[in-house]
């Protein structure tokens, strides 16, 4: 493990201790701490963070990408929005105090990221299935590359793990259905997509601990 591996994880162990989650896999601290870097420099995931999104949430990743890539400050405050309405139910309820609660709300956001993003790797593929050469151009556009063969971190993940077996992940999410608001639609390109939810996987994160039988993010408009 190089120096910066052993950061990232370090990062990742220390916004479990921060949010009192310690028991979840260190995985979601990492993914928390990528969304909170990516919204501090309004950018996408790089390096450490693009690999390990790359191998554990590609949905995650093309979301950011596509909020990085999509060139409009409106974007990135979609998604603090969503986090901020995550932030008042918490408080509201008296949920999960933490000396980060902030990043806790993150966390508990990260489903609704998830699904979004699902839902632009969805259309990506209808895409394809449509038309290769269209294809070819909405992977650009949604990745800010150009059409000169680099694929960007989205492109190079498939092409370099097609055709490798993959480990279990240690990331999953709930599937949630999520309600795009006109904003997000405009800035990751869902204008015609009526229904979002994120189905490809059942498995719901070990919640923290709450004393009120939360035990993990939970749908948009949902009751806490």
């Known amino acids: 493990m190089t120096t910066g591996e052993e950061i990232f994880w370090q990062n990742a162990r220390r916004i479990l201790w921060d949010m009192q989650m310690l028991r979840l896999d260190p995985a979601h601290g990492a993914a928390v701490d990528i969304v909170r870097w990516c919204l501090l420099i309004r950018g996408r995931p790089t390096h450490h963070r693009q690999a390990f999104l790359e191998r554990e949430s ?3 990743l093309a ?3 596509k909020l990085a890539s999509c060139g ?6 979609t998604l603090e929005e969503r986090v901020r309405f995550r932030l008042r139910v918490l408080r509201e309820y008296d949920m999960q105090p933490c000396a980060r609660p902030w990043l806790a709300a993150i966390w508990h956001t ?8 699902q839902a632009i790797l969805d259309r990506k593929s209808e895409i394809q299935d449509l038309a290769p ?11 800010g590359t150009g059409g000169d063969g680099d694929k960007g971190s989205a492109g190079k993940a498939g ?4 055709n490798k077996p993959h480990s279990p992940r240690r990331l999953e999410f709930p599937p949630v259905p999520v309600v795009a608001t006109e ?5 990751l390109d869902l204008e015609d997509v009526s229904e979002i939810t994120n189905t490809k996987t059942d498995v719901v994160p070990d919640g923290p601990d709450t004393g009120n039988g939360t035990a993990g993010p939970k749908p948009p408009g949902g009751k806490p």
């Open 183 to 187: 904003a997000e639609k405009k800035a």
């Open 58 to 60: 590609p949905a995650l």
């Open 159 to 162: 092409s370099a793990t097609s």
């Open 63 to 65: 979301y950011l990408e």
């Open 110 to 117: 990260l489903p609704e990221m998830a699904a979004l993003g």
């Open 72 to 77: 409009e400050p409106q974007g990135w405050r």
């Open 133 to 143: 050469d269209v294809a070819l151009l909405a992977s650009d556009a949604a990745t």
